[in-house]
């Protein structure tokens, strides 16, 4: 089977940066994503990684690091309504299709 | 971007009835759908992975038989939660893909979420 692991909780203040990071076992594995969820809404897509290195997307980098079965999600010049949990998955190969496995998800507060 | 909806957003029902949640694929076809469920304050759990024209593929505890899935064209595929129960309260998410994933490349693999369902069962 697959797992994830990842912080429950995370607080950071205005404006600093943030590490969130994800390791992981599977098999079949293609690539890592992350998704951020506002309460009360749906996963909204932030990257992803099916390559070794650091990914950027404006405030947001994702990286990942294949041998290590590892990867974390940067945020940058945080701010409030980054407040959310930040999920990664894993996408990888099983029943003869693709599938994300989510892990069980990062609460990030951020404070003034 | 790819758009995905849901409907209804919200459903309120008795016990014993059965619900049936649309989810479309607005301005792409999806070749796969996906079905999750998420309980408050925990991750999303994958249900079904639907592909068109075909039987869905259930995850391991999920009965087949309560949650019906159908995916009838590239852009539909409904979930029926049949004889539903209080237990089945939650929230539904579908998902869509179109494109396979690659091993060399970091070019959007990505599933497209919809909005998602609240079910609340009394």
């Known amino acids: 089977g697959q797992s994830l692991e990842q912080p429950s909780e995370v607080t950071a203040v205005e404006g600093a940066i943030v590490q969130i990071n994800c390791t992981y076992q599977t098999s079949g594995f293609y690539g890592l994503s992350w998704y951020q969820q506002h309460d009360g809404g749906a996963p909204t897509f932030l990257s992803y990684n099916a390559l070794d290195g650091l990914e950027e997307t404006g405030r947001f980098s994702s990286f990942l690091s294949r041998s290590d079965s590892y990867g974390y999600l940067l945020l940058q010049e945080l701010q409030m309504k980054d407040s959310a949990s930040y999920f990664c998955a894993v996408l990888n190969s099983g029943a003869g299709s693709y599938q994300l496995t989510f892990g069980k998800g990062t609460k990030l507060s951020v404070i003034p | 971007g790819a758009v995905v909806s849901q409907h209804p957003s919200w459903v309120i029902c008795k016990s014993g009835t059965s619900v049936k949640i649309e989810c479309r694929s607005l301005d792409f076809q999806a070749t796969t759908m996906f079905w999750y469920r998420q309980f408050p304050k925990q991750s999303l759990m994958l249900m079904a992975t639907?592909?068109?024209?075909?039987?869905?593929?259930?995850e391991q505890g999920v009965e087949k038989d309560k949650f019906l899935i159908n995916h009838a064209s590239l852009t539909l595929s409904t979930l029926t939660v049949t004889s539903a129960h209080p237990e089945d309260s939650s929230f539904y998410i579908c998902?869509?893909?179109?494109?396979?994933?690659?091993?060399?490349?970091?070019?959007?693999?990505?599933?497209?979420f919809g909005p998602g369902t609240r079910l609340l069962v009394l």
């Open positions: 639907s592909n068109e024209g075909s039987k869905a593929t259930y």
């Open positions: 998902s869509a893909k179109t494109s396979l994933p690659t091993l060399d490349s970091n070019v959007q693999e990505t599933q497209y």
